[in-house]
């Protein structure tokens, strides 16, 4: 993190120690790839969005004049009064500026930050108070929140958007006025909320407070103020955390996306404390949703809630699964426990629901995101406008896309990790070293490296040998060196490199299937860590029928009858019948009348009707 950020910080408890360490982002260069090209479409829009327009309520509420006018959706409509997310994306918009400063050091990411910054400072000064919120009602509402009234509306939530985006500015783009609102702000949390017991403040937390845990806790970390920390605990709602951590699942029911931010911040809170209960509930929850609850795309939920894994057969072909949020907090969740114990079963998740469902979550054409992208046979993905759709995964869609380098490598004193096969280099600046690594995958399941060291170095390189490929060859200057016949785990190879010295992890890619306990004749089709989608065509559908405002309507557009093929057989035996095209990743199978269905990577679907889940024949 930038040097100044840390600047003011007080003396603080040694934190648990991580086994591994993220490298900066500014280390890290993305060279040509999807992945490039989804971050490229997202600076665009980015800068074509007005900061007076998002600040124009936060202006309002101060008894300012707004400069611009409010933007639509989630952002004004009278619909969400009762929810009121009004603000919520100005502080995704921070975060994802913060990001892009971070990836790119355009200086005008780092000007709208500052700019943004100075406007909320002055809301502040205007109010006579820290608290900055562009919701209906404003401070009242947070008040009678505070004091335990009913209320229509998720003032924490909203404000932990403000809190991390804040934040972010701090850590990422060493944004001095940031730092100025943000710690005036956490100081305004903590008065108001010191009045409240215990039992109080537990049942305030009954509604959505998004990270409010991980938030106070990362503010401890940045200042070394007690109160910060001790905030973060009471932030942590022991009626999710206690089940979790007796290694109880009571999830059935849940808003998914209410939880998982908790839990990030659970984790965050044992950092800050050192106590095990926190983190041994963030590591069963991440077990339970990642390996019983999640689809193959990595994605989970029905209608935005956690379901009984005995129905999923009632809930799998739902429009409405895989919310989008859900799969980038639970990115951020599995990011956070890797560093502490660095197994590839984490990498091996995080790669899934990367390609799958974060990638894939972007109309490549337009940079817009998706809120849903539910299986329902002959759907399609629905993205967001760019003016009058705010929705939640509208914000963290605009994070997702420019943060890509931050989870490619990782190390520790003497190991270079490499979690994802991404064209790309990263710069280890303590060893003299500089490692690229060009790869064609997952066109080709294989990728090279190369060293380029100011003088020769004894490092290890740890290549991560995913689950999905059965065997996994090393070559290095182009001789083999190390055959793996441990999918889900590391190949180590520990040498004095030098400048020049190659490297060549070659995988297995073929075809697989998935399909849940309860419902073995319900699958999905797999080319290693790539779900394969059948690709429908466009029939019965308009151009620019896929760019939606209200995403509560989501399985009423474009529902026009469609029938879908079939397959039929042993799910074992149909991956046999699974045959390349000679395009690139594109493969056909056969339906039940014959006719070849051709399937591709979800993540390359775009405006046109997908299956992902077969109902066997």
């Known amino acids: 993190m930038p040097a100044a950020a840390w600047a003011q910080a007080k003396a603080i408890s040694p934190a648990p120690a991580t086994m591994v360490q993220p490298f900066d982002m500014a280390d890290v260069t993305l060279a040509d790839s999807p992945f490039l090209h989804a971050q490229k479409m997202t600076e665009a829009y980015l800068m074509r969005l007005q900061p007076d327009r998002l600040l124009a309520n936060f202006r309002t509420n101060a008894g300012l004049k707004p400069k611009a006018p409010v933007y639509g959706g ?21 975060s994802a500026c913060a990001l892009a400063y971070r990836a790119t050091k355009d200086k005008r990411y780092r000007q709208r930050i500052d700019y943004i910054a100075n406007e909320l400072a002055a809301c502040q000064k205007a109010a006579g108070t820290g608290l900055v919120c562009a919701f209906p009602k404003g401070p009242a509402l947070v008040a009678a929140h505070l004091r335990g009234e009913p209320i229509t509306g998720v003032p924490w939530y909203t404000l932990h958007k403000v809190y ?64 910060y920390r001790a905030l973060s605990r009471r932030f942590s709602q022991k009626a999710v955390m206690n089940p979790l951590v007796k290694g109880q699942d009571h999830l059935d029911g849940m808003h998914a996306n209410t939880q998982i931010p908790k839990i990030i911040g659970f984790q965050r809170v044992f950092e800050a404390t050192g106590d095990d209960q926190y983190r041994n509930a963030a590591a069963f929850f991440w077990r339970t949703v990642a390996h019983t609850r999640a689809f193959a795309t990595g994605g989970h939920g029905d209608g935005e809630h956690f379901f009984a894994m005995a129905d ?44 799958n469902g974060i990638l894939a979550s972007q109309d ?19 993205y967001h406008t760019p003016e009058d759709s705010f929705w939640c995964c509208t914000g963290t869609g605009m994070e997702n896309h420019v943060k890509y380098r931050d989870s490619i490598y990782f ?33 080709a399941g294989n990728t090279e490296f190369r060293w380029k060291l100011r003088q020769p170095t004894e490092l290890t390189l740890k290549l991560r040998h995913p689950k999905w490929s059965r065997a996994a060859t090393l070559l290095v200057n182009g ?38 306990p309860a419902a073995p004749d319900i699958v999905a089709f797999t080319y290693g860590p790539l779900v394969l989608a059948g690709a429908l065509g466009r029939e019965g559908l308009a151009p620019g029928a896929d760019i939606i405002v209200n995403e509560r309507k989501y399985g009423e557009y474009n529902d026009t009858p469609f029938q879908a093929p079939t397959l039929s057989g042993e ?17 056909t199978i056969p339906a039940a009348d014959g006719q070849p269905v051709r399937l591709i990577p979800y993540h390359r679907i775009a405006h046109e009707r997908y299956a992902t889940y077969w109902k066997l024949a």
């Open 479 to 516: 001789a083999e060196v190390q055959r793996s016949d441990k999918p889900g785990s590391y190949a180590d190879v520990t040498r004095t490199w030098k400048s020049g010295d190659t490297v060549e992890w070659r995988m297995v890619m073929e075809p697989g299937v998935e399909s849940a």
């Open 312 to 355: 999923f057969d009632k809930h799998v072909f739902s429009a409405k699964g895989s919310e989008t949020c859900c799969q980038h907090n639970m990115l951020k969740l599995t990011r956070a426990l890797f560093l502490h114990d660095p197994r590839a079963e984490y990498a091996d998740y995080y790669e899934r629901t990367l390609y």
């Open 364 to 382: 490549p054409d337009s940079g817009m995101a998706t809120y849903f992208q539910g299986a329902r046979p002959g759907y399609m993905k629905l």
């Open 411 to 443: 190390h520790d004193d003497r190991a270079l990790y490499v979690n994802l096969f991404i064209p790309s280099s990263v710069t280890w600046a303590d060893k003299g070293a500089v490692l690229t690594q060009a790869t064609r995958f997952p066109e």
């Open 164 to 227: 991390a985006g804040l934040r972010d500015s701090v850590l990422l783009a060493d944004s001095a006025p940031s730092r100025a609102v943000l710690i005036r702000l956490a100081d305004w949390g903590v008065v108001a909320t010191r009045p409240l017991s215990d039992e109080q403040f537990e049942a305030m937390l009954q509604t959505e407070y998004g990270g409010m845990n991980e938030v106070y806790a990362d503010l401890y970390f940045m200042t070394g103020n007690e109160d």
């Open 571 to 587: 799910p074992e035996q149909l991956t046999k019948t699974i045959t390349a095209t000679g395009k690139p990743l594109e493969f």
């Open 74 to 94: 989630w952002e004004s409509e009278p619909m969400w009064d009762e929810i009121n997310c009004h603000g919520h994306t100005l502080g995704h918009y921070l």
